[in-house]
Every structure is written in C-alpha cells, then in structure tokens.
C-alpha cells in the first residue's frame, strides 16, 4: 500500500518552498478483524479500517456503522480475546492499549446470562455482568435475589462431571428464568404485597420468590446418593479450590454464556441477621448449613443430628402450612417502639452496669482435668478450679486456693469445643491451648449441665479476650442451657411413636448417611419425633434462626480448608481459615498443631512468582507456605476477606466499602 504524505510548507526569507514528507508510521491505516456477535456464530469477521491513534469510543463508532444494525449498543464492549482483556477505555488510543494488526477483538454484550445453582438446590437463569469484577457480578447477583450483605458470598465453580455420567442422567433440570427483571433506579428495593416490587411483576417471578424463600423439600434418597459427600480433608480442600477470583472478571476467568456456576455463602460471618428484612438470606443460609450437615461436611455428634433433624422436619412441615410471606415494612412502627424502649432502659441501668465493670465475675468449683497423651492410661483428676479474667488456674484442694496454682492456663487465643453426651451425663470441655511447641490439648469435665453452660460460655468469651464482665455473657450461658434442653429427651411426655403413627418421615433427607447406615428408619423416626418435641412450639422463623445458630456452634463450623506445604518442610499439611485464625492440621492424623489469631498478625505478603505466602505475627513469628490444591490468590482473598468483614459494624447498614475490599483480596492486581 502506498504510505500517506503531508505536506508541509516552510517560510524562508523572500520565497516559499513546499516539501511533501511521508506521514509517521503510527497515522497508518490498517484493518483490523473484529468479530461480532450479534451477526450470528458463522458470520465472518468485520474488517475495520483504524489508526494506532484512533480511541477505542471510535473503533465502536465504525463497528456499528459496518454493520447497520439497528439496535441498542450501549451495553456492548471489545473484548481481546489473546489477552483475556476488556478495553473498556474508550478514550484510550489502539496505540495504548496496545492493539496491533494482529488483535483478534470480539464486540459483544457486557452482560450475559448464567444458570445459577443456589444453596437450596434450585437453578436460576439471570443476567451477570461479564466484564467488571466478579466481586461486583455477586453484588448485582445478591441486589436482583433481595440478598442483603452481596460481600459473604461468592462464586464457585461446579465440580466436573464426566461425558458418560452427564450422558447417563440426561435429565433436565428446571430453570428459573429472571433474564426479563427490571429493577428500580433506588439502592432500596421496593415491596409490593410483601415481596420486592421487580418480583410481583407476574405470577412466573412470584413463583421464583416462593422458591427463594421457603424451604425447599427433601431430595429421593437415590439423588442424595449421587451428591457429593467428601470423606476426608483433602476432599474438603479441593472444594474450596474451585471459588472464582473476585478480582477478575468472569471472561478472564473462562466463564461463557449460560454456564453453570454457584452461589454460596464464602465468608462465615453473618452481619445484621434481620428476619425482617433477609427472609431469602436466611432460607438461602440454612439451605447451605441443612446440606453442610447433610452432606458430613461439618462433623456433629449423634444426639446434635437428632436435633438438626427435628428442626429440618419442624421446618418442613412450617414451610408447607406458613404460605403467606410477610412484609418487612409492616412492623416498623412496633420494632422502633421496642428499640426507643430497649434504649431508654439502657440509660437508666448505666448505673448498675459501671457497678458490674468495675467487678470481674469469676468461677470456683471442684472440676476434673485430663491430658491426653500418648502410650498413656491415666484419667480424669479432680482439683480446685479458679476462673478468673481470661485464665484458669488450678489447685490441689479448695483450702489451698490463696496460694500458688499447679498450673495457670491463659485461654486467649485457645479452641474450644463441646464433648456432650446427654444420655451418659458426661459434660466435657475441650480446650486447644497455644504453646511453644504446639497446641496443648486439656478436658474438663463437669458435674452437671448448669456448671458446664457456666464454665463452657466463660471458655468461649476468654477465647476471643473477653472476661465474664462482658455484657453477652448471660446471653452466652442461655444460649448453652436451651441448646441442652432441645437435645433432653422427654421421657414422661407422650410417646411419639404413638402420636405419629400415621406420619411418614423421609429419614434419608434428614440425616447424613453415616446415621442412615447406622439404623432403620423405623429405629430413626422415634428418636427424630422425641427431639421434635423440644422444638414443636417454635415458629418457621425461630425454628430457621435456631438450626443456624446451633450449626455455628459446632467445633468446625466455618472452617475452609486448604492443601499447603510449609517452608522447610517436606510432607503436606492442612490450613484451616476461619473468621478469627488460622489453624495448622497434621495430614495424617487430622490433629491441631498451631493456632494463629489475626489480632496477632502483623502483616501477610504474597510472593507471586513462586505463589507463596508469608505471614508475620507479633513475637516474631514469621510462616511461610505455598498452596497444593489451590492458588494462593484465594488464600490471600480469604485472609483479607475475614479482615474486611471484621471492619463491618451495623451503623453502616447496606453500606458497602468495594474499594477497601479490593485492596485486602486484590494482591497485585489491585495495584
């Protein structure tokens, strides 16, 4: 092609002179091979003639010019399919961006939709923006769902299946189109007969809301059968190797449209539960924690699955009758009353609560201590315990309390979880204390259920540094107390059996499958109708707040899992991320070695060239290691996610701080 000239006229002294120079090479004009998408998949690609110098607003401009379709193009953008990049710049030049002849651009829609899994099992169809953050694709996800607090979930990819398997069901499953919902301009949705105004716009999306809503009924056992049930920690890890960078968008990550992702809660830090307001949260929350347990993937005891199976069959049987769906606004005149009333009384009790600051409760009582310890026979012995601030310490007898303790325990920063058998009337506390060589690992046994609600709440308060002086410390032992009276049983009631002669319960749907190989259903039903029993006058909602409360206080509750190797050493360990520390776990045996708190944690910093992460804490402690199952990307999003959420407080309501939460989880790219 012949280069393009300009011409150029120069000034000297009594005579005018014209020159003709060729133009820079960057004024060139060259083709360049966009395709579009909306000309159909066996279109060729358009050839658009373009400048280095050109912006990209002017590459859109001819692109829709050459291709004389009439249509709205606003939600359209380039995507550069070589570098996994949108150029959403458009008064940025080709030159800048770095777009050459040979680009291979595609115009296409910046949203798109997606077949959403969620926690309940259900498949959504609704449009998700493809070209900003995943971050911010979940917070329009959650705003179009009615889900409040969009930065606890996230998304995960569903795990791969095989041809033959995929071949073999051939089932279709049903879809939930939202692809048609208009939302309002307002950051508040508006309610409509009780359920968001973009929802009551027909009786299809009213339908989706039920859904949404309610709890659904339990699979065939056949289906639960084919679900996956991880059966050891490295099953559990690999699960948390599929979670999304919320960083990136969804093309840069290989997502297409109508592909299969799903929705679920990532951070177990649950801000503003407010029934009120989150009746989709909440339905959606306990759908994840009902498959948690279901599932096995968070461990419970049996008489703590009797219990979660009474409240799913209460739960159920309210779903079925409670069709109605109340409207958040239609008790703010009571609740601001309740609130005004709840204030008022607070000011006149400051008094008394400055007396109550001023005395640290403490604890005294005859308790049995043991230390399990290898090729050792020794049990339970009985001393002189004294609970005092954040420390327990022991004596040999209660007379000799004044004097030195055998041994001081400061329970800031230790684990702590039950070991409860109401039926042998065996009340243990199990502690994981941090020492320098490891964890240190102590029971207590106490008499009876009231001592063990005392000393098990005051436990749990010293383990986050609070002393019995806080204010959630009663609340901490009630909450103890009726946990243990749900699982009594109720010997002198009536016989469930006979009273439900004529129900028929799905025990399978109900109890994990380590319970339904244990017993019959006609051995699970009774037990199952007994526990009902402490929980028959309880309201869908109270019966739905009180199983997630309860699964929040088993041991492994919010516990990610992840393959690490340590720096300098040779075998795989297990990382376990929670919302207050990290846990070190021995591979072999499934035991706790160390327990760092993020309270301690001074700095963490990712070495991206050879994906390890260092992390610094106060005592200089330093710990190094690099992920085996998963990128280091989303350890370092979990560990700057947990701190985001530790900066929420309910003044800000839905307010939503994305800059700071991309700075903790972007790493380099949020740079």
């Not at 949705?189 to 809503?213: I, R």
């Not at 840069?252 to 801000?271: A, H, S, V, W």
């Not at 499958?513 to 199952?528: D, E, G, M, S, V």
């Not at 993020?598 to 330093?622: C, H, L, P, S, T």
Request: hydrophobic share 35%; net charge neutral; glycine share 6%.
């Amino acid at each position: 092609k012949k280069r393009r000239t300009r011409v150029e006229t120069h000034f000297c002294e009594n005579r005018t002179c014209t020159t003709q120079r060729p133009a820079p090479p960057s004024m060139a004009a060259w083709d360049l091979s966009v395709i579009v998408e909306d000309l159909g998949p066996d279109a060729p690609p358009l050839s658009v003639s373009v400048t280095s110098e050109l912006h990209v607003g002017g590459v859109i401009l001819k692109i829709v010019e050459k291709t004389q379709l009439q249509r709205d193009w606003s939600d359209y953008a380039l995507w550069w399919e070589q570098k996994k990049q949108w150029l959403l710049k458009t008064n940025w030049t080709l030159d800048k961006c770095g777009v050459q002849a040979d680009a291979r651009l595609s115009f296409t829609s910046q949203h798109k939709p997606v077949r959403l899994g969620l926690p309940n099992g259900a498949t959504v169809r609704l449009p998700i923006c493809f070209s900003g953050p995943t971050f911010s694709a979940v917070v329009g996800v959650c705003r179009i769902l009615n889900i409040r607090h969009p930065e606890e979930l996230s998304f995960l990819r569903r795990p791969e299946e095989k041809k033959k398997k995929r071949e073999k069901d051939g089932s279709t499953e049903e879809v939930y189109d939202l692809t048609g919902v208009h939302l309002g301009t307002g950051s508040t949705p508006t309610f409509y007969n009780g359920m968001p105004a973009h929802f009551a716009d027909s009786p299809q999306t009213e339908a989706v809301y039920k859904m949404l809503s309610v709890s659904q009924p339990g699979v065939a056992p056949e289906v639960m059968a084919k679900m996956f049930r991880p059966t050891s920690l490295i099953d559990k890890a690999h699960i948390n190797g599929r979670w999304l960078d919320s960083s990136r968008s969804l093309m840069q990550q290989g997502i297409q449209e109508n592909d299969r992702l799903l929705l679920r809660f990532k951070y177990f830090t649950f801000i503003d539960l407010e029934p009120k307001y989150d009746i989709v949260r909440l339905t959606q929350l306990y759908e994840q924690a009902r498959w948690a347990i279901l599932l096995e993937e968070v461990d419970c005891t049996e008489e703590e699955m009797m219990l979660f199976a009474a409240l799913q069959y209460h739960i159920n049987k309210q779903s079925q009758s409670e069709t109605a769906i109340q409207c958040p606004a239609m008790d703010d005149l009571d609740s601001a009353l309740q609130s005004l009333e709840v204030k008022m009384d607070g000011e006149e009790s400051s008094v008394d609560m400055l007396e109550t600051m001023t005395s640290i409760p403490e604890l005294k009582a005859y308790l049995k201590i043991f230390r399990p310890k290898r090729l050792t026979l020794k049990g339970y012995k009985q001393y002189w315990f004294v609970f005092k601030d954040t420390c327990i310490s022991y004596y040999k007898s209660k007379e000799e309390g004044f004097g030195e303790p055998i041994q001081q325990m400061n329970l800031k920063g230790c684990e702590v979880a039950p070991d409860v058998n109401l039926a042998g009337q065996k009340f243990c506390i199990r502690l994981l204390i941090p020492a320098p060589e490891g964890m240190s690992e102590v029971y207590l046994r106490c008499d009876n259920e009231e001592q063990y609600a005392q000393w098990m709440g005051a436990c749990r308060l010293a383990s986050k540094g609070k002393t019995m002086a806080d204010s959630s410390y009663p609340s901490e032992v009630a909450n103890i107390q009726a946990f243990l009276a749900m699982q009594r049983t109720q010997p002198t009631g009536p016989q469930p059996s006979a009273a439900a002669a004529d129900e028929t319960i799905n025990t399978h749907s109900l109890v994990s499958p380590r319970y339904q190989k244990k017993y019959k259903a006609k051995q699970l039903t009774p037990r199952i109708l007994e526990a009902h029993q402490n929980v028959a006058q309880m309201s869908l909602l109270e019966a739905t707040m009180k199983f997630i409360q309860i699964w929040q206080a088993l041991p492994d509750f919010g516990l990610s899992y992840f393959v690490v190797r340590f720096k300098g050493c040779r075998k795989d360990e297990i990382l376990g991320i929670a919302n207050n520390r990290l846990i070190r776990i021995d591979l072999g045996v499934g035991d706790v070695v160390k327990t760092w708190r993020y309270n301690n944690m001074r700095q963490w910093n990712v070495n991206w060239d050879i994906k390890q992460v260092a992390i610094e804490f106060e005592g200089n402690v330093n710990v190094a290691f690099s992920c085996v199952t998963a990128d280091c990307k989303i350890v370092h999003e979990y560990i700057g996610g947990y701190i985001f959420m530790s900066t929420r407080t309910k003044e800000q309501g839905d307010s939503l701080n994305q800059e700071l939460f991309h700075k903790l989880t972007g790493g380099h790219e949020a740079l």
